[in-house]
């Protein structure tokens, strides 16, 4: 008997657990030339705003050990490109398609949901832990009261469900969790990059333009796996867990500290088909181990 290794996350249906996390994918195009995007459980786009922006300026990469520094600053084309031009091509794939969007205000975030869900994506994913933008971002997700209010006015208006990104620069991450489910959010994210940075000692200036940005890849992985597993045992919603997730035994861990999916976001960049040999790896840890489904390894950690 092979696995099988659908997973139902908040009602909706994805193929396999391994998702594209957001802003390290695009809208699927450039990857396309590597591989069909259905092989792929499901794709979160590049964070989305209401209007168009260019981003920070450059530099907004840094190479960091076993890992990277961006503050790329949510660059899109906005919503309304978005459902023009690139949801009708990602709508070719056999694959769920999340939205991923960030907006200045509580009823911005509700207006881009709305729209959103009525052109036809399968979830929204609400930013609310981006580092990088004075406006849309962070403020929101460091505070659980502005959680709630964006969680409720997003899940009064969306047509679909909702999964709330979590960031993981906060004290108690748990805390951000549950102010998410209690205003109804279906699912929650996490974690978004830890703020970071980088110093020239040449110049003495910070790597990045924006002197700080976010760090991601496998040197943050055995802290999203903590926060996994911290926010596993808070609430009851299912967890997209991501962080760092560059084989298929990482995500076996974030599936055992309590993931029901997993992101796969800086992994990709270095080896385009990461996500695919993820899944892979996953199957085969299945396979041998006699797992049946993929919810049976989520949250079955043994704790010492
Ligand atoms: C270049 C870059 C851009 C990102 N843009 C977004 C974004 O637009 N929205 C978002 O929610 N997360 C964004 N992220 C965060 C990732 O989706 C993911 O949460 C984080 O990188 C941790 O996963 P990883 O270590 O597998 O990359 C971005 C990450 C990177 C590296």
Redesign the pocket.
């Known amino acids: 008997m092979s696995a099988d290794t659908r997973v139902v996350f908040a009602g909706v249906t994805f193929n396999n657990p391994v998702v594209a996390?957001?802003?390290?994918f695009g809208f699927g195009r450039e990857y396309s030339e590597y591989y069909d995007l259905s092989e792929l459980g499901g794709i979160?786009t590049?964070?989305l705003t209401l209007a168009p922006r260019l981003g920070n300026p450059p530099p907004r990469?840094a190479e960091t050990p076993m890992?990277?520094l961006?503050s790329?600053g949510?660059q899109?084309p906005g919503v309304e490109e978005f459902i023009r031009y690139e949801l009708p091509f990602m709508r070719r794939f056999d694959t769920r398609v999340i939205a991923?969007i960030?907006g200045e205000s509580a009823a911005e975030y509700a207006a881009m949901a709305e729209r959103l869900s009525d052109a036809g994506v399968d979830m929204i994913?609400v930013?609310v832990?981006?580092p990088n933008v004075k406006n849309g971002g962070l403020q929101f997700g460091v505070s659980a009261a502005a959680v709630a209010e964006v969680t409720r006015e997003v899940r009064r208006r969306a047509n679909v469900p909702v999964m709330v990104?979590l960031s993981p620069n906060v004290t108690d991450i748990t805390e951000m969790a549950r102010a998410a489910e209690s205003e109804g959010a279906d699912a929650v994210?996490l974690?978004?990059?830890l703020l970071g940075m980088r110093i020239d000692i040449k110049t003495r200036r910070p790597v990045l333009a924006n002197n700080t940005g976010?760090l991601?890849?496998?040197a943050?992985?055995p802290v999203?796996l903590r926060m996994i597993w911290q926010t596993r045992q808070a609430v009851r919603i299912p967890i997209l867990g991501?962080?760092?997730?560059t084989t298929g035994a990482d995500a076996v861990e974030a599936l055992l500290a309590g993931a029901s999916l997993v992101?796969?976001?800086?992994?990709s960049?270095s080896y385009p088909e990461a996500a695919l040999s993820i899944r892979d790896g996953i199957a085969e840890y299945m396979n041998q181990n006699k797992i049946g489904s993929v919810s049976e390894l989520t949250g079955s950690v043994i704790l010492n």
């Open positions: 996390a957001s802003g390290t979160c590049k964070g990469i890992g990277m961006n790329v949510l899109n991923n960030a994913e930013n832990s981006c990104k994210s974690i978004n990059t976010g991601s890849g496998a943050v992985l999203a991501m962080g760092g997730i992101g796969v976001g800086t992994a960049f």
